[in-house]
C-alpha cells in the first residue's frame, strides 16, 4: 500500500487489564464506533503491552481480552466495518519491534514522558525492565506495521504517536535510499509532464529552502493528483519534496480524541485506580445503587439547605448526560433548595441507564456465543496479518534481509 493510502487507515489499540467503564465509552469508544465509518479501521488488543506492566500476573490479561473485544462489540463496534484482532497472534509486531529497535537511539526512549511518569505511578511494581523501556517503540511498531495514517489516542499518548514519527523518519532516511534513488526520482520528476514537473521542483524548493509547510501540502497534493506515475515513483518523490529517501513507513499522525472528561462518581476523573467506576455493563440495580449513594455538595445537610451544583459531582454527570432544561432545573432547584439531591439524580440514573440498554443487550448477546467472539477475533488476526506481511516484506527488503 502507498503512503497516500494509508492516509485513511486508523489503528488503534487498548491493553487489556481489567473491565471497560463508562469513562472508557465516553472516551473512547463512542469516538470508534465514529470512526470505523468514516476510516478503514484496526483496533487490536494489546496484550503485550498488557504484560510489559503485568508480567507478573497475567492471569488478569487473558481473561480481560475477551471480556474487553466484548466490550467493544457491545459498545457498537461492527466487524464488518473494521477489523479487530489480538496483537500476539500477528507475530510481525514483534519482528518489527526488533528491526526499529536497532535504530532507536536509546535517548528516545529514555526522554518518553510515560516512561518515568509510569514508574512513579505504579511504584508497588518493577519496572525497570528492558521490556517497559521499549514499550513505545513496540507501540510504534503497532502503528508502522499497517503504514496508518492517524492513530486516535489520549493527550497522554501524544508522544508516543511523535516518537512513532521520529521513528519512522530515521527509518526511512536510513533505508529509504536505494541505489541510485535520485536518478530515479528525477526520472519520476519527468514523468510527470514539463508544467507539473516544473510546479513539483519549485515547491520542493521552497520547503527545502524556506520551511515552506504550504508548499509541502501543495505539492503532497499535486502528487496525489498525478495518474501517469507509479506508485514506486509517487513513494519516491513524497520522500524526495522532503530531501530525504522513498517514505517506506509514513509518519503517522495523531487524532486527538475530543477530550470527553467523563467524571467518576466522585467527581474526579473516572477511572480504575480512584474506585469510582460504573462498568459499562454493570448490573442495573448496582448502577443505581451507586448513583444513589453519590456524594453531593457537602453544605447542603438537609433538604432544605440550598447547594451549588459548582461542588457537586452529580452536576458534572449532569454536564455529560443532561440537556439545557434539565440543567437549568437543577441549577436552579439545587440554589433554591427546590428539589432534593435524590430527586436531582433520578434523571442521571434514567440516562445512564439508558445509555446501558443497548449496550447490556448487545453483549448478553455476544457472551452467550463465546464462539463467535472467538472467531471474529481470528479472522479479523488473519486479515491484520496479511496486511502487517506487506509491510515487513518490504522492511527486510530495504534492511538486507530478503536473501532471495
Ligand atoms: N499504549 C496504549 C495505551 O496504553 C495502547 C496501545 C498500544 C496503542 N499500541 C497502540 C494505542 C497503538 C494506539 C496505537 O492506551
Ligand atoms: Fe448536587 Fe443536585 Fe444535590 Fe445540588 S441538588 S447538591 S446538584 S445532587
Redesign the pocket.
Known sequence: MSSVESQSRV?????PTGKLHLGHYHGVLKNWVQLQHEYECLF?V?DW?ALTTHYEDPQIIEKSVWDMVIDWLAAGINPGSATLFL?SKVPEHAELHLLLSMMTPLGWLERVPTYKDQQEKLKEKDLATYGFLG??L??SA??LAYR?GH????A??VA??ELTREVARRFNHLYGREPGFEENAEAAIQKMGKKNAKLYRSLKKKYLEQGDQDALEVARALLKEQQNITIGDRERLFGYIEGGGKVILPEPHPLLTPAAKMPGLDGQKMSKSYGNTIGLREEEDSVVQKIKTMRTDPQRVRRTDPGDPEKCPVWQLHEVYSAEDTKCWVQEGCRSAGIGCLECKAPIIDAVLAEQKPIRERAKQYESEPGMVRSIVVEGSEQARDLAKQTLEEVRKVMGLSYS
Not at 489503528?11 to 491493553?15: E, K, Q, T, V
Not at 492513530?151 to 489520549?154: A, K, L, T
Open positions: 489503528l488503534s489499540g487498548m491493553r487490536f494489546a503491552h496483537q514499550y513505545p513496540l507501540q503497532d502503528i496508518a492513530v486516535p489516542v489520549g497522554d499518548q508516543h504517536v
